[in-house]
C-alpha cells in the first residue's frame, strides 16, 4: 500500500512541489466534469455503467479477468487476503518496509502479519528470507509492489507452492508497471490496488479494487463488499460496505487513457535524475532490477543525516518527503509483536537514509534542475 508522505518542515516558497495533482486534473476536466454533470442531474451515485466500463478497462489494462472497484486501497488488502481464504490467526508474509495498510490490512481480518527483511538495492521483499518466515499457521504471501517496482513474484512462487501458500499482491503503487513475470497486478492469486490520488492511477478522492482471474474470487469479493449480499436483502455472510463511488469512475476512466504517457514520462524524469545525481556524492540514487519496468510512484534515493538535508531541501522551496520512516516493526501498532531494533537491518538502515524526490508526469527539467541543485549543496 501507499499512504500520506511524511514532511518534517514547511516552506512557504515551494519552488517545485512534491507533487502537481492540479495538472493531472486540469488535462482530464473536459472529459470528466461533463460525465459528473450528468451524473449530478441523474442521481446516479452508486455502481452503474461509469463503474462497470472502468472495471473492465482496467482488467484488460492489467490482463487479468476480473477488477472489482471497492472504496480504497486497504479495503482492496482485506477483501484480496480474505478471498485467499486467511482468517483469524493465521499469518501473512509482509516485508517490513511499506505503508502500514499492507500489515493493518491482515490485521483487521484478526490475521497476524510475520514481517520479513527487504533486500538492499530495491528494498523490496526478500525472497531469501521468506521461507524461514513460514509456519504451519502461514496462509499467504504479500509481496508490496514498492515505490513502482515489481516485487520478485517468481521467486516467491516456488516457495509458495512447496507451502500451499496464496500469493497477495499489494499492487497500489505500481499501476503498469512489470516484470519478466507480467504485469504488476496479475502475478498472484489475486491483487489489490489503491487509487488514492497521489498513485499513478488515482482518482478525485479514496479508491480501490482488487484484481484476479479466479471468478470465483471475484464473486467473493463482490458479495463481502456489499454486506455478503448478491441479491437485495439476502445476505449469505457478514461483509462490509466498499464500493468504487460512480463519481471516481469518469476521473479513472480519463486517467488511464493517458496511464501509459504518464508513466513514460515519469521514467524520462527518472533517468534525468539518474544522469544529474551521478555527479553529487553522497547521493544513492535508486536501482531498478533486472528485467524490471518501472513506473516511478516515488523516485527515492538514500543520503546521510536524512533530516537535515529534508529540512534544507524543505527550507529551499523543495517538495520532498518521506516513505516511509519507520518500519513497520518499529511502530507502535506492532509492539505487541514482540519484535525489536536490529531485528531487519537492512529496512532499519534504509529508513534513516530514505528521502523522496519530487516525482509527477508533469515534472519539468528545469524543476528538476532546481531540486537536484538544492540537494547538492544539501549533501556538501
Known amino acids: 500500500m501507499g499512504g500520506r508522505a511524511r514532511t518534517t518542515a514547511r516552506s512557504s516558497h515551494v519552488k517545485v512541489p512534491f507533487l502537481d495533482l492540479a495538472a493531472q486534473s486540469a488535462e482530464i476536466a473536459d472529459e470528466v466534469l461533463p460525465v459528473w454533470q450528468a451524473q449530478l442531474l441523474g442521481a446516479g451515485f452508486v455502481g452503474g455503467p461509469e463503474v462497470a466500463a472502468f472495471e473492465q478497462e482496467y482488467a484488460a489494462y492489467v490482463g487479468v479477468e476480473h477488477v472489482i472497484g471497492v472504496g480504497n486501497g486497504t479495503d482492496a488488502v482485506e477483501l484480496a487476503l480474505r478471498a485467499a481464504g486467511v482468517g483469524p490467526g493465521d499469518e501473512v508474509v509482509v ?14 481480518i ?67 508497471a512489470s516484470s519478466l513475470a507480467g504485469r504488476a497486478g496479475a502475478l498472484g492469486l489475486v491483487a489489490a490496488t489503491s487509487f488514492y490520488p497521489g498513485k499513478n492511477l488515482g482518482a478525485a478522492g479514496d479508491a480501490g479494487a482488487v484484481l ?6 471475484a464473486a467473493f469479493v463482490r458479495n463481502v463488499a456489499a454486506h455478503g449480499s448478491t441479491v437485495k436483502y439476502v445476505h449469505d455472510r457478514v461483509g462490509f460496505n466498499s464500493r468504487l463511488d460512480a463519481v471516481q469512475a469518469p476521473v479513472l476512466r480519463a486517467k488511464l487513457r493517458r496511464l501509459d504517457e504518464w508513466n513514460k514520462a515519469r521514467r524520462a524524469a527518472a533517468d534525468r535524475y539518474a544522469a544529474q545525481l551521478a555527479d553529487v556524492p553522497g547521493v544513492r540514487a535508486p536501482a ?11 523516485y527515492v534515493v ?11 531541501l524543505l527550507e529551499a522551496g523543495i517538495g520532498a518527503a518521506l516513505h ?38 508533469h515534472l519539468t527539467a528545469a524543476q528538476q534542475d532546481l531540486v537536484v541543485e538544492a540537494l547538492a549543496r544539501a549533501v556538501r
Request: proline letters at 10%; a negative charge.
Open 95 to 108: 516485508p517490513v518496509n511499506t505503508f502500514i495498510a499492507t500489515a493493518e490490512a491482515a490485521s483487521r
Open 110 to 176: 484478526g490475521a497476524v502479519p510475520v514481517f520479513v527483511d527487504v533486500d538492499p538495492e530495491h528494498l523490496l521483499i526478500d525472497p531469501a528470507l521468506v521461507e524461514a518466515a513460514v509456519t504451519a499457521r502461514t496462509r499467504a504471501i504479500a509481496p508490496v509492489h514498492l515505490y513502482g517496482q515489481t516485487a520478485p513474484v517468481e521467486e516467491l512462487r516456488p516457495i509458495a507452492e512447496r507451502h500451499g501458500l496464496a500469493i497477495v499482491e499489494d499492487a497500489a503503487q505500481s499501476q503498469g
Open 212 to 217: 484476479t482471474n479466479d471468478p470465483e474470487i
Open 288 to 298: 531498478v532490477r533486472p528485467g524490471n519496468e518501472d513506473v516511478w510512484h516515488l
Open 302 to 312: 538514500q543520503v546521510e543525516e536524512r533530516d537535515r538535508v529534508l529540512s534544507e
Open 324 to 361: 516511509y520512516p519507520t518500519p513497520l516493526h518499529l511502530t507502535e501498532a506492532y509492539t505487541h509483536l514482540g519484535y525489536g531494533t536490529g531485528q531487519f537491518p537492512v529496512a532499519e538502515a534504509a529508513a534513516a537514509r530514505i528521502l523522496s524526490l519530487p516525482m509527477f508526469p
